[in-house]
């Protein structure tokens, strides 16, 4: 398993190939969005689809090919996605 420094790592040197550099800006103004929207506005149905359905960073994953729509009005499964957003990660 990868230490938090050693991500943090690969993360700085993969920043730095210009090749990532359109992906890189598409995902900082998503992360961006993501976190102006409301607790209140993401666990709606829009709001879970925006983040199942998040091209900004990747069209392979939930959403993108795989549907996800019943899980856009799950109120559980919404919960449960925002609360990962105020979830304390060990260092």
Same mark, same amino acid.
């Given at each position: 398993m @990868?230490?938090?420094? @050693?991500?943090?790592?690969?993360?700085?040197?993969?920043?730095?190939?210009? /090749?990532?550099?359109?992906? %890189?800006?598409?995902?900082?103004?998503? /992360?961006?969005?993501?976190?102006?929207?409301?607790?209140?506005?993401?666990?709606?149905?829009?709001? @879970?689809?925006? /983040?199942?359905?998040?091209?900004?960073?990747?069209? /392979?994953?939930?959403?993108?090919?795989?549907?996800?729509?019943?899980?856009?009005?799950?109120?559980?499964?919404? %919960?449960?996605?925002?609360?990962?957003?105020?979830?304390?990660?060990?260092?």
């Amino acid at each position: 398993m @990868q230490t938090n420094e @050693q991500i943090r790592k690969l993360w700085a040197t993969a920043f730095a190939n210009p /090749l990532w550099e359109p992906w %890189r800006q598409n995902y900082e103004a998503f /992360l961006a969005k993501v976190q102006k929207t409301s607790d209140e506005e993401l666990i709606t149905p829009a709001g @879970q689809e925006m /983040l199942w359905s998040a091209t900004a960073i990747t069209e /392979l994953g939930p959403g993108g090919y795989v549907r996800m729509s019943g899980a856009f009005s799950d109120p559980e499964i919404a %919960r449960a996605v925002v609360d990962v957003r105020r979830r304390l990660w060990p260092e």
